[in-house]
Nanobody, 113 residues
Framework: QVQLVESGGGLAQPGGSLQLSCEIS????????LGWYRRVPGKERERVAT??????TAYVDSVKGRFTISRANAKTIYLQMDSLEAEDTAVYYC????????WGQGTQVTVSS
């Protein structure tokens, strides 16, 4: 059974940094991409960053130049978040795409002074 478990969320000040981690247990066959989504209450879930097995990355415009997605190995990805803004406050979800979609349980990120 595949499970995605996020960690590293919390409280940061505007301009600060946080790093999210996602550990994947189980085997995902035919993996197409890994990434991070976020959701603010009352809004649609937003795709933040993705990375393919070959290392190709993509970002939503609002985080370009501030967030970096990376992979330690086939089972662990990170989201380095720098220059955080209040608008980055959301629940962040780890995501994996193959023939089906897998989601983590989410981790809260709050940016506030």
């Amino acid at each position: 059974q595949v499970q995605l478990v996020e960690s590293g969320g919390g409280l940061a000040q505007p301009g600060g940094s946080l790093q999210l981690s996602c550990e994947i247990s189980g085997t995902i066959f035919g993996l197409n991409a890994l990434g991070w989504y976020r959701r603010v209450p009352g809004k649609e879930r937003e795709r933040v960053a993705t990375i393919t097995p070959t290392g190709i990355t993509a970002y939503v415009d609002s985080v370009k130049g501030r967030f970096t997605i990376s992979r330690a190995n086939a089972k662990t990805i990170y989201l380095q978040m720098d220059s955080l803004e209040a608008e980055d406050t959301a629940v962040y979800y780890c995501w994996a795409l193959s023939a089906q979609t897998y989601w983590g349980q989410g981790t809260q990120v709050t940016v506030s002074s």
